[in-house]
């Protein structure tokens, strides 16, 4: 079956500026998560939608904002972006009939912050 | 705040030698897994383990959880060039969707 796709692969923004990245989650998967990864900090959770809602929240600020469709595909959003946003961000699907929460990673988009 | 260290953080050695990295917290997880991700991609899932104490084997790669359920450990038999990638060991806990991540492991296995 078809893993997790995140689109697009890589972007590059300017400060002040703002994106959305996008995830689609495997098929039959309910549970999105993001993720952001830097060399610095590593991976830290962003937040987590299951049935359209945001069950959990990271320590980002309000900036980083998400939502999630009645199919399960879910959107990350980043306004007023900042150099140090740049990072690889990291979606993850679970089935969570699963109880012990398997995660399957899609591949990341690069954002680039000039 | 749960924070998860991991030892050590760059890792190089010849192929065939055996190695192990160390997952250690102060806090207590439900369940704690380990991923092996490579430059460009994501974190692949390798294993969960949920009882305190619990030991798997996945072929020449055996992870351990400790009987408090804080740490873990990766051992390594026999590394091939195929091992080489960053390791990383994420704690949950049952109730909360998130994974808290560890700082990593960045292997490279010499030929």
């Known amino acids: 079956k078809a893993g997790v796709t995140q689109t697009p692969r890589y972007l590059i923004k300017t400060r002040g500026q703002q994106v959305t990245l996008s995830c689609s989650p495997i098929?039959?998967?309910?549970?999105v998560s993001w993720y952001q990864q830097t060399p610095g900090q590593g991976l830290q959770f962003l937040f987590e939608y299951f049935s359209e809602t945001q069950r959990n929240k990271g320590n980002f600020p309000g900036r980083f904002s998400g939502r999630q469709f009645s199919n399960s595909r879910s959107e990350m959003n980043v306004s007023t972006l900042e150099l140090g946003d740049s990072a690889l961000y990291l979606c993850a699907s679970s089935p969570l009939a699963d109880s012990t929460r398997s995660y399957t990673f899609g591949s990341g988009t690069r954002l680039t912050v000039v | 705040t749960q924070l998860l260290e991991q030892s050590p953080q760059f890792l190089s050695i010849q192929e065939g030698e055996n190695l192990t990295v160390y997952c250690n917290s102060s806090s207590v997880f439900s369940s704690l897994q380990w991923y092996r991700q490579e430059p460009g991609e994501g974190p692949v899932l390798l294993v969960t383990?949920?009882?305190?104490?619990e030991v798997k084997k996945l072929k020449r790669l055996t992870f351990q959880f400790g009987d408090a359920r804080k740490d873990s450990s990766l051992h390594i038999t026999a590394a091939q060039p195929g091992d080489t990638g960053l390791y990383l060991c994420?704690?949950?806990?049952?109730?909360?969707?998130?994974?808290?991540f560890g700082t990593g492991t960045r292997l490279t296995i010499i030929p």
């Open positions: 383990v949920v009882t305190g104490g």
């Open positions: 098929s039959g998967h309910r549970s």
């Open positions: 994420a704690g949950a806990n049952f109730g909360n969707e998130k994974l808290t």
